[in-house]
């Protein structure tokens, strides 16, 4: 049973693909939250939504390639000018002239570029621990004996043993400890996708097609609206200084996870929904935020290994690790 039942389900379509979206609270301003990379759904906002429809109208609009979205088998229908074009038709649906737009990992870089591409339909940007740029490890199509660590960020490897890549990446994502409900959450919504699938998004992800350091930068800088950057200081997916750059890039508000990994809205929901809601409420007001920070409780955060995967020792959330 879910916390906050939709008010309205629906989908939209473009160029035959269908995406759904679902629709919380009638308040103001709305609310846009995107999916992020394929590996999950928009289930990943089930913390959010109850608290922000209280005050705002939510949408969230489900990513192509899992969960209530088709799975489209050609790159190119997984490119980033996609998914914002999906965002933007979502917004079209439901009467949204405009909405503050937010986004974990890809989802924040597609929210970034949301509010760069079309400036006029976004009233802020929330990016959480945004995969502007991002780039995948060297060697997704190489063949190998076999396969360590960032290694199995690999084709092949996901052929043989799709869940035993997503329960490595869940494993990333969630570094810190007692984090094995999110974890299962996690790799439940990657096993409703599949390797071929999770394939066809990585060109744009991360791979040939995926923006360079100053795409991004000239991205963010086209950026007019109020920006909060939230990013955990121990991401182990993406790196911590992407955050401090998107936040200088865009003039933005820098909000640093002390001891936090990729996914603050799921491992910490109640600071991360404080935080998106003051942001919010000052976007309604016309008001500047002022930087903070929040620190968790003392924990054996993990190293990343080649910027994406957490050090030896990686299994479910509290594992122990090698140092």
């Known amino acids: 049973m879910r916390a906050?039942?939709?008010?309205?389900?629906?989908?939209?379509?473009r160029d035959g693909v269908s995406v759904g979206y679902e629709v919380f609270g009638d308040g103001e301003p709305t609310i846009v939250l995107l999916t992020s990379w394929a590996i999950v759904h928009a289930r990943q906002w089930k913390a959010q939504v109850p608290y922000l429809a209280r005050r705002c109208r939510v949408v969230t609009v489900e990513g192509r390639g899992n969960g209530r979205a088709d799975r489209p088998r050609t790159p190119d229908a997984y490119a980033d000018r996609q998914y914002v074009a999906d965002g933007i038709a979502v917004m079209d649906a439901i009467g949204a002239r405009q909405a503050v737009v937010g986004g974990l990992s890809l989802g924040g870089r597609h929210a970034l570029q949301l509010a760069a591409w079309y400036p006029d339909r976004a009233a802020g940007v929330i990016a959480i621990g945004a995969a502007l740029p991002w780039a995948?490890?060297?060697?997704?199509?190489?063949?190998?004996?076999?396969?360590?660590?960032?290694?199995?960020?690999?084709?092949h490897y996901w052929r043989q043993d799709y869940r035993g890549f997503?329960?490595?990446?869940?494993?990333?994502?969630?570094?810190?400890?007692?984090?094995?409900?999110?974890?299962?959450?996690?790799?439940?919504w990657g096993l409703t996708t599949d390797a071929e699938t999770l394939a066809l998004t990585t060109p744009a992800a991360g791979g040939a097609h995926?923006?360079?350091?100053?795409?991004?930068?000239?991205?963010?800088?086209?950026?007019?609206?109020?920006?909060?950057?939230?990013?955990?200081?121990?991401?182990?997916?993406?790196p911590y200084a992407t955050g401090v750059d998107l936040a200088r890039w865009t003039r933005g508000e820098l909000v640093t996870v002390r001891g936090g990994g990729h996914a603050p809205p799921m491992r910490d929901p109640i600071r991360t929904n404080l935080v998106i809601g003051r942001f919010v409420e000052r976007v309604a007001g016309g008001r500047a935020n002022a930087p903070i920070t929040w620190?968790?409780?003392?924990?054996?955060?993990?190293?990343?290994?080649?910027?994406?995967?957490?050090?030896?020792?990686?299994?479910?959330?509290?594992a122990s690790v090698r140092r």
């Open 4 to 13: 906050r039942e939709p008010d309205a389900v629906g989908y939209v379509e």
């Open 136 to 155: 995948l490890p060297e060697g997704f199509e190489k063949v190998r004996d076999r396969y360590e660590g960032a290694e199995k960020l690999n084709i």
């Open 166 to 188: 997503v329960e490595l990446f869940m494993s990333a994502a969630f570094i810190e400890p007692h984090s094995t409900k999110q974890w299962e959450d996690g790799v439940e």
């Open 210 to 238: 995926s923006p360079t350091a100053d795409e991004a930068e000239a991205t963010c800088r086209r950026v007019r609206c109020p920006v909060l950057v939230i990013h955990g200081d121990q991401d182990a997916i993406v």
């Open 295 to 318: 620190t968790r409780a003392r924990s054996r955060a993990r190293r990343a290994l080649c910027g994406l995967f957490p050090d030896e020792g990686v299994g479910r959330p509290g």
